[in-house]
């Protein structure tokens, strides 16, 4: 569904992504890990065009996307979250999931966006806060109503910024649901988790990044027992 | 002499409401774009001018004349936007601040030289959209006053709607609030600026063309109105639209009634542009974001 091929970024000196290449396949959850500043969101921020490649491609559907721009490529399916939240704050939930509309708004009435807009909500179990403003809510509820107005894009690709970091236990788990619900429909998801936990247990395979290069790539169980990784990553 | 503040206060009311279209289109190009277009007073003249010209030469109704000139005028922003603007957003210019306040302020220059050129220095006036006068107990009020202060508040709250209301206004309220979060979730940055600098643009000629019927219409008619703007959208708390509506009233009828309750009346008039100023000033000693700002907004 994804392939990426030799992607390089570098930002003045600093390379934050080296040669990297991987592939990514329909329904598929693979997770990234790799210490601070090792190029994890680079590498989301590059696939969906709030950075331009300086090397390498980026190919969606067989399709080269690194070229084009964040809304062209969400448009063609690929909707991501951001590490620290980007909800709009001054509207409401509502108006918040109600954003992608008009992107979306030849494809269905306004009764029936409203309606979509409800369910996920509904979905999420933050329905109640609705009509409340983005600002009031807390940090778990601004991940949520990210995931969420993602969703009304209804995209295959998802790629997830440390959806964990900062949430409360409970809601920690409900996103675990949410994931797991959503991969059961047909979704494919890339992972970004500090979260070691959550990230082996949800995905089916692992890239691990180290100094923007990636240094292995498997299975869980592989990883858990890659002398490098634990060397780079796993042993401190 | 209650009469005569009466009256005061309504002309403020009116000048207030023209105020407040012309603000009102600053603070939607200053919120999406995030620029401050010096040109705004020049948008408001060509505004003014096509107005006249269609309702002089062409025999359009005056209203008629007014939403021409206000379409023209919307065209003529997109023009300005992918010429000289589309370069701060595709990464084409490095000093993206600097680069906005030069070419703005270059445009604004070459429109008055060129409205010059083309229109004459002669002052004109727009023919009225409503004969008459309309006297509400011992007031007398003209008719074009209250016809261009009833078109002001429709435009107004069309507007207000429009943002308020519809996916289109949501999209321009997502970039304006975070650029690309908006382009995440499927918005085209590009298309909102145009819109927002369009629309923002022909609120402006609104303005003018309102304004044609009461007061002159000449080349440089925007230069004071335009400051007049900044003045207001800096109240209100740049790029709050509640705070730039509030503050045009505030300020029409601070100027309208400080030049009577001027202590001195015959230089009262004289100091009408700097009681704006003057509450500016204290305004932002008590509240340094305006009215209603909520904090720092900058280009990134
Ligand atoms: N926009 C940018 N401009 C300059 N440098 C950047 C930019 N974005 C990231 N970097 C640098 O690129 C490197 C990789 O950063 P990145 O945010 O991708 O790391 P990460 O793996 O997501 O880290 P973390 O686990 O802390 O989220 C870092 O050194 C960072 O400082
Ligand atoms: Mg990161």
Redesign the interface.
């Known amino acids: 569904m994804l392939k990426v091929t030799k992607l390089t970024k570098r930002f003045g000196g600093l390379t934050a992504l080296e040669n990297v290449s991987f592939k990514v396949a329909k329904n598929e959850i693979l997770g990234v890990i790799g210490p601070n500043g090792s190029g994890k969101t680079t590498l989301i921020n590059v696939i ?3 950075h331009k490649p300086d090397n390498g491609d980026i190919f969606f559907r067989d399709k080269s996307i690194g070229r084009l ?3 062209q490529i ?2 063609k399916g690929i ?2 979250t ?1 590490q620290v939240t ?6 409401s939930v509502m ?1 918040n999931m ?8 030849r494809s269905g009435n306004q009764e029936a966006l409203l309606h979509k807009s409800l369910g996920i909500l509904t979905l999420l179990k933050i329905v109640h806060l609705k009509d409340e403003y983005g600002r009031s809510l807390s940090g778990g509820q601004h991940k949520l109503l990210e995931l969420g ?2 969703l ?2 209804d995209p295959d690709l998802i790629l997830l910024d440390e959806p964990f970091a900062g949430v409360h236990p409970e809601l920690k788990a409900d996103l675990h649901d949410h994931i797991r619900k959503l991969h059961g429909q047909g979704k494919t998801f890339i992972l970004i988790s500090h979260d070691m936990h959550s990230i082996f247990s949800l995905s089916q395979r692992l890239m691990v990044l180290s100094s923007g290069k990636k240094i292995a790539h498997g299975t869980p169980e592989e990883i858990k027992q890659n002398e490098e990784v634990i060397e780079a990553y796993l042993g401190n | 002499m209650t009469e005569y503040l009466l009256l005061q206060a309504l002309n403020g009311l009116i000048i207030g409401l023209i105020y407040a279209l012309m603000a009102l289109g600053l603070t939607l190009i200053f919120s999406v774009l995030k620029i401050v277009n010096f040109a705004h007073g020049e948008l408001y003249m060509l505004g003014a001018y096509f107005s006249y010209y269609l309702a002089k030469l062409f025999g359009f109704p005056p209203v008629l004349a007014v939403l021409s000139s206000m379409i023209i005028v919307f065209f003529i922003g997109v023009v300005i936007e992918v010429l000289f603007l589309r370069p701060v957003y595709t990464g084409a210019v490095e000093r993206k601040d600097e680069y906005a306040i030069l070419i703005t302020f270059g445009l604004s220059i070459f429109l008055q030289n060129l409205a010059l050129f083309v229109f004459g220095p002669w002052t004109r006036r727009s023919p009225s959209f409503m004969s008459g006068t309309t006297s509400v107990y011992s007031l007398s009020i003209s008719n074009d006053r209250l016809f261009v202060s009833a078109l002001a508040v429709v435009f107004m709250i069309a507007t207000l709607v429009i943002i308020g209301r519809t ?2 206004g ?2 321009l ?2 970039v304006s ?2 650029r ?10 590009f298309k909102m600026n145009l819109l927002a600098f369009g629309a923002g643009s022909a609120l402006a000629a609104a303005g003018g063309a309102l304004i044609g019927p009461i007061f002159l219409i000449f080349p440089t008619m925007g230069a004071m109105p335009v400051i007049k703007s900044f003045v207001i959208i800096v109240l209100g708390g740049m790029g709050s639209i509640k705070g730039c509506i509030i503050a045009s009233l505030i300020l029409g009828e601070a100027e309208s009634l400080g030049s009577v309750l001027f202590p001195d009346l015959t230089r009262g008039l004289a100091y009408k542009n700097a009681i704006g100023l003057l509450f500016l000033v204290v305004v932002l000693l008590v509240k340094p974001t305006g009215l209603f700002g ?1 904090k720092h907004v900058r280009m990134k």
């Open positions: 969906n065009g709030i721009s964040s809304y969400a448009k909707g991501r951001f980007r909800i709009f704050r001054r509207m108006e109600m954003v992608p509309a008009l992107s979306i708004s107005r993602v009304m894009l | 996916f289109m949501k999209g309220r997502a609030q975070d690309e979060a908006a382009a995440i979730a499927g918005i085209n940055p909520e």
